[in-house]
């Protein structure tokens, strides 16, 4: 994302032809590019009301300062982070520093009506589940534990409860 960038125009001596009063033009380019984003889901059911962010620090705790008072995250106030919907969707702005492994703090499993406490996924991750929660947990042993539950790493890429309702449509 860029600033706003002015341009001065100012014509010279021409060739054939006369120059009028106005030899200086000044006109402003504005920036108006969205955001860059990254979006994802917490699912337990999906989870609504939960805060999701980027964990710089590794200390699972939401690292934010509220500068401007406006209730969401600014450049420069800290962690990346949003709420998700009722549909358990965030969105990142991703001019932030979104390098940090992805935690879901609170929310309600909309299936079951749960609170939910904590779940994690690795940085980029598009889901957050119980099972990318045992992934993150496990650290370096992460890809055996997936193993011993005849899972694959292929199961922390796919929305089980979209896939879920899919099937039971058909």
Avoid: C
Wanted: aromatic letters at 8%.
């Amino acid at each position: 994302i860029e600033s706003n960038e002015t341009v001065i125009l100012t014509m010279g001596t021409p060739t054939g032809a006369t120059l009028g009063t106005n030899t200086t033009y000044t006109h402003t380019i504005t920036n108006d590019d969205a955001a860059p984003t990254i979006s994802g889901r917490v699912i337990d059911g999906y989870v609504s009301g939960a805060t999701v962010f980027s964990d710089l620090d590794s200390d699972f705790a939401l690292d934010w300062l509220d500068g401007d008072g406006d209730g969401i995250w600014d450049l420069g106030e800290g962690e990346v982070w949003a709420t998700t919907d009722s549909l358990g969707a965030y969105t990142f702005n991703t001019a932030g520093n979104v390098s940090g492994k992805i935690v879901s703090l609170g929310g309600t499993d909309i299936t079951t009506g749960a609170a939910i406490t904590i779940l994690t996924a690795e940085t980029g991750s598009q889901y957050i589940t119980p099972i990318s929660t045992a992934y993150v947990s496990a650290g370096s042993s992460g890809a055996a534990l997936l193993a011993s539950m005849g899972l694959s790493a292929a199961d922390l890429l796919y929305d089980p409860v979209s896939s879920t309702s899919a099937n039971a449509t058909t």
